[in-house]
């Protein structure tokens, strides 16, 4: 059973960063960020795609956002920086063992528990 575990959120004010880790038990061929802010949907952030060294970032996450991969250690990391009061929310990693093209939530077979961020004025 594939297990993601999610560390790193927090309070934070705003403009300050935070860099949160997902934790794999195993390979998995894409890996996402997402977040939920409360009354909203969840959306994509970023995705890393071991298998071709892709990296893609949704809307919601350019500019500001960085995501990255530790291969050997199957940990998943999102670096962000500029963080705002909209940023708030539940950040949730998310994989698949095989490729997913989208930022789709349903697509992604394997989800975390969620870290809060929470981003002050």
């Known amino acids: 059973q594939v297990q993601l575990v999610e560390s790193g959120g927090g309070p934070v004010q705003a403009g300050g960063s935070l860099k949160l880790s997902c934790v794999a038990s195993?390979?998995?061929?894409?890996m996402a960020w997402f977040r939920q802010a409360p009354g909203k949907e969840r959306e994509g952030i970023a995705k890393?795609?071991?298998?071709?060294?892709?990296?893609v970032y949704a809307d919601s996450g350019k500019g500001r956002f960085n995501i990255s991969k530790d291969n050997a250690e199957n940990t998943l990391y999102l670096q962000m920086s500029s963080l705002q009061p909209e940023d708030t929310g539940t950040y949730y990693c998310?994989?698949?063992?095989?490729?997913?093209?989208?930022?789709?939530?349903?697509?992604?077979?394997?989800w975390g528990q969620g870290t809060q961020v929470t981003v002050s004025s």
């Open positions: 998310a994989a698949h063992y095989g490729y997913v093209p989208s930022f789709v939530a349903s697509d992604f077979d394997y």
């Open positions: 195993g390979y998995l061929a894409s």
């Open positions: 890393h795609v071991a298998s071709l060294n892709y990296i």
